[in-house]
């Protein structure tokens, strides 16, 4: 997969999502590591809502070998990309209340966080990432199985969904946060 999405973006979309979290948590400044967390995690909601309000239904309406072709540069980038994102964003989120002083006394809002985090780090680990390697794995095939590929991408599609519910309630828990909640 990572040959397929190209070796640097791989290391990329490795690292970087990774090392944030990291670097922000060594600064010791609650404001860098609350950029880092924002950052990412803007950049996952953005992602999740584009892959799912955007991304499935264009891919579900193109031919067959015009799926293909798109689906050969986006899955695997998607694939390597978003899981790390996501490690970093909860990542990032944790070591953020850490510095913050919230684990010492946390709020329903910080448990319904974290929560939700565990969840979407489950879905995404799991029945997402099962239907992404099913999707490369049909790509990459010398006969590629027009049916499964349109299957696969219908149940990503449906579960993208189910994410974006998940990440706007995580939006609000984290709001609830902000407000002492």
Same mark, same amino acid.
């Given at each position: 997969?990572?040959?397929?999405?190209?070796r640097?973006f791989? /290391?990329?979309a #490795?690292?970087?999502?990774?090392? &944030?979290p990291v670097?922000? $948590?060594l600064?010791?400044?609650?404001?860098v590591? +609350?950029?880092?967390?924002l +950052?990412?995690?803007? +950049?996952w +909601?953005? %992602?999740?809502v &584009?892959?799912?309000?955007?991304?499935?239904?264009?891919m579900g309406s193109?031919s067959e070998d015009?799926?293909?072709?798109f689906a050969?540069?986006?899955v695997? !980038?998607?694939?390597?990309?978003m899981?790390?994102?996501? =490690?970093? =964003? =909860?990542?990032?989120? #944790?070591?953020?209340a850490s510095?913050?002083? *919230?684990?010492?006394?946390? %709020?329903p809002?910080l448990?319904?966080a974290f929560v939700?985090?565990?969840?979407l &780090?489950?879905?995404g680990f799991?029945p *997402?990432h !099962?239907f992404?390697?099913g999707m490369?794995d049909?790509i990459? /095939?010398?006969n590629?199985?027009?049916?499964?590929l /349109?299957s &696969?991408?219908k !149940? $990503?599609g449906?579960l993208s969904?189910?994410?974006?519910? *998940?990440m706007?309630?995580?939006?609000?828990t984290?709001?609830?946060?902000?407000?002492?909640?």
């Open positions: 997969m990572a040959d397929a999405a190209s640097p791989a /290391a990329g #490795i690292a970087v999502p990774l090392v &944030l670097l922000g $948590y600064s010791t400044d609650v404001r590591m +609350f950029t880092v967390h +950052f990412l995690g803007a +950049f +909601f953005g %992602t999740a &584009l892959g799912a309000v955007v991304l499935g239904p264009v193109l015009a799926n293909v072709e050969e540069g986006f695997p !980038k998607m694939n390597l990309l899981e790390p994102v996501s =490690v970093g =964003v =909860v990542g990032s989120g #944790i070591g953020l510095m913050m002083g *919230l684990w010492a006394s946390p %709020t809002s448990w319904a939700l985090a565990i969840a &780090l489950v879905l799991g *997402l !099962k992404t390697a490369f049909e990459a /095939a010398d590629t199985d027009h049916e499964r /349109a &696969l991408n !149940k $990503y449906m969904l189910v994410e974006l519910v *998940l706007v309630a995580i939006v609000a984290m709001s609830g946060l902000r407000w002492g909640l």
